[in-house]
């Protein structure tokens, strides 16, 4: 098939390898999963524990069992009816010394022929950096560094090669330089082999450069498989050591001369001179718009199709390309060319393309990519919001303002942290863009007294306020969806801009993207302006990420089952018309998105976030337990000082504290008891991972440029000590009390939010493992190794219908009803791919606390129904909500519907009485149901 109908996200590794995954196709099938959705499966960098920092796109990472391993996988999928979903990486690769191309770069500099794959500014305003890539991965100052002699030049005799060696990073020696070190030998041994290297430097073509260069590395390699001409070459070398003050000397002025420049790695946000991904430095970004460079990178994934190996892409982080549309489209049309290629036994369908995108509230993906869909963050954020109350909100925001924590409105802190990166992390990337605008100005007349630092403070507020990850302007400017993005940043822009600098906004308004590039008369404008769009493109998505999901999620402490991927906190809740209509505007745009509800990039665990949600529905309890531990634990907090000359601070902050019980109370395990002195340390470490994780993040009194370690010890010993047992039990008698009041209610949210990504309009995704209760915390615990033995036994001992709800604490319960319902997509393909979303309407006393829809097609229909806000009518001590707690209230259905339903996951008859069906039937024993008329 090629669309699927259930995906199980895997993540591969050297510890979970292809080979390892077949063990767990059977599995998977059982379950009613018809495609495996993998992680990056191409040659990643040695021990990568997720695949994206890929060095070789040219054959399958031989960590994971390398291409006859994927074949064995594949066979198996196939012998179970089921396909493979690739998670693909155009965007950027890692700049390892495993990375052959990046390497060669480093090595010939402008004259590699892979010097324009990667998005390098050959031309820096730096005239340091001038014709160079800057190398920023010294761990101090490049002096301290080269004065300890932890720079050394070493020959690989194999490869006739010599680099300069700085602990796991090798940075090779350009060819034209290697006459000089040989030199230094003064041996009659190496006199042809110099005279070889001599000859680089004199040739006509970059290519007759390196063909000479092969040559002489032969030589070099001959002369060093002699004892003598090893000696001579390690002699030579000598001269370069650090051991003596002239080697060091000499040692810098060879490096000196190199294609790229050795750096301290925190230079890199300020002094980078090529696109990384977001902030991350070894990763670097590719100029995949180039054919070539396209061609080069997708050559293994268009065999793979073609030979039915592979049946879809995952596309990562889209919006980092140039053209997003223009790959995408390009990708459809060269896989769907190949299909007239792949197996008779495939069916000849078009692929599955689904796009890691991030979408803002109200932002729609755009329907002309050729694209099936999102990775379904948005789906995510969306049954999230529909679990909260929103009544929740001003109490939950007068807690945190009463405990002393911040008051900054979730928007405010987004723009707070937008211009901290922009002035501190992401400068570089900021500050090419700004030159490119400058140089436009300066070729104009009328626009030739705007300054660089006129140019700078605005093109700043600009990306301040930018309500989207980015814009798609291209040859012909911008359309009508990116004009309007773009006037609602201007507007807000202008507001916070000096009257004199406003008229400027206009201007560059034009420039990046408000006029087509192709109007202005100069060539070197238009290319100018195609550049400065590109940029400006590129730039917003890194800024977005990094000032939402990695500073201010960590910094905004209301609540945080709302702080995730693809979420706005600010936006507290969804009401439940607004639910179902994002839901039918899936079913008509993008009918085969991807349905998320966890993923490898989550920050709380599925089952986390549900059981957080329950706090917006006891705001005041939840405030009560709060003031309470606040006090308890009032003498383990500390006085630090968190930056020099200032007064100490508190540890931990009222905002990190607050956060902490937050993770606590949606984390702790069900079976995790007080008396189990080894599972809480186990699980305070896990928690002491991720509060490390968040301070730093947050970048207030901690960061990764700069990490206040006091600060940390201090709020990890306080974590410690509030957990320990044996100096602390009356808050951790208090805190399991309260999990154990809200843990059913989560749990009901926790099949509520299960149900509707198998029912809703798109393709349900499982992420690995999760069929089972998922308290995973952010990566890379969300990455830890999955217990697939409990979880086949657990299937395998699975009763035929689910009748009783008490042994819920296991999370059996959440797996029979996944399993249960994907066996009825799988029955009914049709239906949930291609059926009609009819909102229901509920009435009744407590038609707020349920949402319930209709799926219709060629005469046969479900009804999907589940509780929502549970926890003041659930049951004390289970997931389910009494009969008569439901009192008057009905669902309604359209007027032709069926009188007779089977409620799937139980297998009970349910009667229509007057087209109403009354909840107290339908949600007997569960607080979900599932009713089939075929």
Same mark, same amino acid.
């Given at each position: 098939?090629?669309?699927?109908?259930?995906?199980?996200?895997?993540?591969?590794?050297?510890?979970?390898?292809?080979?390892?995954?077949?063990? =767990?196709?059977?599995?998977?099938?059982?379950?009613?999963?018809?495609?495996? %959705? +993998?992680?990056? #499966?191409? /040659? @990643?960098? $040695?021990?990568?524990?997720?695949?994206?920092?890929?060095?070789?796109?040219?054959?399958?990472?031989?960590?994971?069992?390398?291409?006859?391993?994927?074949?064995?996988?594949?066979?198996?999928?196939?012998?179970?009816?089921?396909?493979?979903?690739?998670?693909?990486?155009?965007?950027?690769?890692?700049?390892?010394?495993?990375?052959?191309?990046?390497?060669?770069?480093?090595?010939?500099?402008?004259?590699?022929?892979?010097?324009?794959?990667?998005?390098?500014?050959?031309?820096?305003?730096?005239?340091?950096?001038?014709?160079?890539?800057?190398?920023?991965?010294?761990?101090?100052?490049?002096?301290?560094?080269?004065?300890?002699?932890?720079?050394?030049?070493?020959?690989?005799?194999?490869?006739?090669?010599?680099?300069? =060696?700085?602990?796991?990073?090798?940075?090779?020696?350009?060819?034209?330089? %290697? +006459?000089?070190? #040989?030199? /230094? @030998?003064? $041996?009659?041994?190496?006199?042809?082999?110099?005279?070889?290297?001599?000859?680089?430097?004199?040739?006509?073509?970059?290519?007759?450069?390196?063909?000479?260069?092969?040559?002489?590395?032969?030589?070099?390699?001959?002369?060093?498989?002699?004892?003598?001409?090893?000696?001579?070459?390690?002699?030579?070398?000598?001269?370069?050591?650090?051991?003596?003050?002239?080697?060091?000397?000499?040692?810098?002025?060879?490096?000196?001369?190199?294609?790229?420049?050795?750096?301290?790695?925190?230079?890199?946000?300020?002094?980078?001179?090529?696109?990384?991904?977001?902030?991350?430095?070894?990763?670097?970004?590719?100029?995949?718009?180039?054919?070539?460079?396209?061609?080069?990178?997708?050559?293994?994934?268009?065999?793979?199709?073609?030979?039915?190996?592979?049946?879809?892409?995952?596309?990562?982080?889209?919006?980092?390309?140039?053209?997003? /549309? @223009?790959?995408?489209?390009?990708?459809?049309?060269?896989?769907?060319?190949?299909?007239?290629?792949?197996?008779?036994?495939?069916?000849?369908?078009?692929?599955?393309?689904?796009?890691?995108?991030?979408?803002?509230?109200?932002?729609?993906?755009?329907?002309?990519?050729?694209?099936?869909?999102?990775?379904?963050?948005?789906?995510?954020?969306?049954?999230?919001?529909?679990?909260?109350?929103?009544?929740?909100?001003?109490?939950?925001?007068?807690?945190?303002?009463?405990?002393?924590?911040?008051?900054?409105?979730?928007?405010?802190?987004?723009?707070?942290?937008?211009?901290?990166?922009?002035?501190?992390?992401?400068?570089?990337?900021?500050?090419?863009?700004?030159?490119?605008?400058?140089?436009?100005?300066?070729?104009?007349?009328?626009?030739?007294?705007?300054?660089?630092?006129?140019?700078?403070?605005?093109?700043?507020?600009?990306?301040?306020?930018?309500?989207?990850?980015?814009?798609?302007?291209?040859?012909?400017?911008?359309?009508?969806?990116?004009?309007?993005?773009?006037?609602?940043?201007?507007?807000?822009?202008?507001?916070?801009?000096?009257?004199?600098?406003?008229?400027?906004?206009?201007?560059?308004?034009?420039?990046?993207?408000?006029?087509?590039?192709?109007?202005?008369?100069?060539?070197?404008?238009?290319?100018?302006?195609?550049?400065?769009?590109?940029?400006?493109?590129?730039?917003?998505?890194?800024?977005?990420?990094?000032?939402?999901?990695?500073?201010?999620?960590?910094?905004?402490?209301?609540?945080?089952?709302?702080?995730?991927?693809?979420?706005?906190?600010?936006?507290?809740?969804?009401?439940?018309?607004?639910?179902?209509?994002?839901?039918?505007?899936?079913?008509?745009?993008?009918?085969?998105?991807?349905?998320?509800?966890?993923?490898?990039?989550?920050?709380?665990?599925?089952?986390?976030?549900?059981?957080?949600?329950?706090?917006?529905?006891?705001?005041?309890?939840?405030?009560?337990?709060?003031?309470?531990?606040?006090?308890?634990?009032?003498?383990?907090?500390?006085?630090?000082?968190?930056?020099?000359?200032?007064?100490?601070?508190?540890?931990?902050?009222?905002?990190?504290?607050?956060?902490?019980?937050?993770?606590?109370?949606?984390?702790?395990?069900?079976?995790?008891?007080?008396?189990?002195?080894?599972?809480?340390?186990?699980?305070?470490?896990?928690?002491?991972?991720?509060?490390?994780?968040?301070?730093?993040?947050?970048?207030?009194?901690?960061?990764?440029?700069?990490?206040?370690?006091?600060?940390?010890?201090?709020?990890?010993?306080?974590?410690?000590?509030?957990?320990?047992?044996?100096?602390?039990?009356?808050?951790?008698?208090?805190?399991?009390?309260?999990?154990?009041?809200?843990?059913?209610?989560?749990?009901?949210?926790?099949?509520?939010?299960?149900?509707?990504?198998?029912?809703?309009?798109?393709?349900?995704?499982?992420?690995?493992?999760?069929?089972?209760?998922?308290?995973?915390?952010?990566?890379?615990?969300?990455?830890?190794?999955?217990?697939?033995?409990?979880?086949?036994?657990?299937?395998?001992?699975?009763?035929?219908?689910?009748?009783?709800?008490?042994?819920?604490?296991?999370?059996?319960?959440?797996?029979?009803?996944?399993?249960?319902?994907?066996?009825?997509?799988?029955?009914?393909?049709?239906?949930?791919?291609?059926?009609?979303?009819?909102?229901?309407?509920?009435?009744?006393?407590?038609?707020?606390?349920?949402?319930?829809?209709?799926?219709?097609?060629?005469?046969?229909?479900?009804?999907?129904?589940?509780?929502?806000?549970?926890?003041?009518?659930?049951?004390?001590?289970?997931?389910?909500?009494?009969?008569?707690?439901?009192?008057?209230?009905?669902?309604?259905?359209?007027?032709?519907?069926?009188?007779?339903?089977?409620?799937?996951?139980?297998?009970?008859?349910?009667?229509?009485?007057?087209?109403?069906?009354?909840?107290?039937?339908?949600?007997?024993?569960?607080?979900?149901?599932?009713?089939?008329?075929?």
């Amino acid at each position: 098939m090629s669309i699927p109908r259930a995906t199980a996200r895997l993540q591969f590794h050297k510890d979970f390898t292809l080979d390892d995954a077949v063990k =767990v196709i059977d599995y998977y099938a059982a379950l009613g999963v018809s495609h495996i %959705y +993998a992680s990056p #499966l191409l /040659a @990643a960098r $040695s021990g990568s524990m997720h695949g994206y920092d890929i060095v070789d796109p040219t054959r399958i990472n031989p960590e994971l069992g390398g291409e006859d391993a994927l074949r064995r996988f594949v066979s198996r999928l196939r012998e179970k009816g089921m396909g493979l979903i690739a998670d693909i990486v155009p965007n950027h690769m890692g700049v390892s010394p495993e990375n052959p191309w990046w390497q060669h770069v480093l090595e010939w500099g402008r004259l590699s022929p892979y010097a324009g794959w990667f998005d390098i500014d050959w031309q820096s305003a730096d005239p340091a950096l001038r014709e160079k890539v800057l190398a920023p991965f010294l761990g101090q100052s490049y002096g301290d560094v080269l004065k300890a002699g932890e720079i050394k030049l070493q020959f690989d005799a194999q490869k006739g090669k010599i680099a300069a =060696v700085y602990y796991a990073h090798h940075f090779p020696i350009a060819p034209v330089d %290697y +006459a000089k070190i #040989l030199h /230094a @030998a003064e $041996s009659p041994r190496l006199v042809d082999v110099v005279a070889a290297f001599e000859k680089i430097a004199v040739a006509d073509s970059p290519q007759i450069q390196q063909e000479n260069a092969e040559a002489a590395s032969q030589l070099l390699r001959d002369a060093a498989a002699s004892e003598q001409g090893l000696a001579d070459i390690q002699g030579a070398l000598a001269h370069f050591s650090e051991t003596t003050p002239e080697g060091i000397d000499s040692l810098h002025e060879l490096l000196e001369s190199q294609h790229y420049r050795l750096t301290w790695w925190r230079n890199a946000a300020e002094e980078i001179n090529w696109r990384r991904f977001f902030e991350v430095t070894d990763l670097a970004a590719v100029r995949v718009e180039q054919d070539s460079v396209f061609d080069a990178t997708h050559a293994l994934i268009l065999r793979l199709y073609a030979e039915g190996l592979i049946d879809g892409v995952r596309i990562d982080h889209v919006d980092g390309l140039a053209d997003p /549309a @223009a790959y995408c489209r390009k990708l459809r049309e060269r896989l769907e060319s190949l299909t007239v290629q792949r197996p008779a036994f495939l069916l000849r369908t078009s692929p599955y393309i689904i796009v890691e995108k991030i979408l803002a509230p109200g932002e729609q993906l755009r329907t002309d990519w050729g694209v099936n869909g999102t990775t379904g963050y948005e789906f995510m954020d969306q049954v999230g919001a529909l679990l909260h109350d929103p009544a929740g909100a001003q109490p939950l925001n007068a807690l945190r303002a009463e405990l002393g924590g911040s008051t900054t409105e979730f928007e405010l802190e987004v723009r707070t942290a937008r211009r901290q990166l922009l002035e501190e992390n992401l400068v570089g990337e900021f500050d090419s863009l700004v030159r490119t605008l400058h140089t436009i100005a300066r070729a104009d007349l009328h626009t030739r007294d705007f300054s660089h630092a006129a140019i700078r403070r605005v093109l700043m507020e600009l990306l301040i306020y930018f309500p989207v990850y980015r814009t798609y302007a291209g040859e012909n400017g911008r359309d009508l969806l990116d004009q309007q993005v773009f006037e609602q940043a201007a507007m807000h822009a202008r507001a916070s801009l000096r009257p004199a600098d406003r008229p400027l906004l206009d201007v560059l308004d034009k420039w990046l993207g408000g006029e087509a590039p192709h109007v202005h008369e100069q060539a070197d404008v238009r290319n100018l302006c195609r550049r400065a769009i590109t940029r400006f493109q590129q730039l917003t998505p890194p800024l977005a990420a990094k000032s939402v999901e990695d500073t201010a999620f960590y910094r905004y402490g209301r609540l945080l089952s709302r702080n995730e991927v693809g979420a706005d906190p600010g936006q507290f809740a969804l009401s439940l018309p607004e639910f179902h209509e994002a839901c039918m505007q899936r079913a008509r745009h993008f009918p085969n998105n991807l349905l998320a509800t966890a993923t490898h990039d989550h920050k709380r665990g599925e089952d986390v976030r549900t059981r957080l949600a329950v706090l917006s529905e006891l705001p005041n309890e939840w405030a009560d337990q709060v003031r309470n531990w606040f006090t308890l634990n009032a003498p383990l907090r500390t006085q630090v000082i968190s930056e020099e000359g200032l007064p100490p601070i508190t540890a931990p902050q009222p905002d990190d504290e607050l956060m902490l019980y937050q993770m606590l109370v949606g984390a702790w395990p069900l079976d995790l008891s007080i008396s189990d002195y080894a599972g809480i340390k186990a699980f305070a470490e896990r928690i002491e991972g991720w509060q490390t994780k968040a301070l730093r993040e947050a970048k207030s009194t901690s960061s990764w440029v700069k990490p206040n370690e006091d600060y940390e010890n201090a709020c990890k010993n306080f974590l410690f000590a509030i957990l320990d047992a044996s100096g602390n039990g009356a808050f951790l008698n208090a805190l399991l009390a309260w999990i154990r009041r809200i843990a059913p209610a989560g749990a009901v949210n926790s099949f509520t939010q299960t149900l509707l990504r198998l029912t809703s309009p798109g393709v349900p995704d499982l992420y690995q493992g999760t069929e089972f209760w998922d308290f995973s915390l952010v990566d890379p615990d969300n990455r830890r190794p999955v217990d697939y033995m409990a979880r086949q036994n657990a299937l395998h001992e699975m009763p035929p219908v689910i009748s009783d709800p008490h042994r819920w604490q296991s999370g059996t319960l959440k797996q029979q009803i996944i399993r249960r319902t994907l066996q009825l997509r799988m029955r009914e393909e049709e239906l949930f791919g291609k059926g009609e979303y009819i909102p229901l309407e509920v009435e009744g006393s407590r038609a707020n606390n349920v949402v319930a829809f209709m799926r219709r097609h060629e005469g046969k229909e479900i009804i999907s129904i589940a509780a929502r806000f549970p926890a003041k009518i659930i049951h004390p001590d289970m997931p389910a909500i009494p009969a008569h707690a439901w009192e008057d209230t009905v669902v309604t259905l359209p007027a032709d519907a069926r009188p007779e339903w089977l409620e799937c996951l139980t297998e009970t008859r349910i009667t229509v009485n007057a087209n109403r069906i009354a909840l107290s039937d339908a949600l007997h024993t569960l607080p979900v149901a599932v009713l089939y008329s075929g």
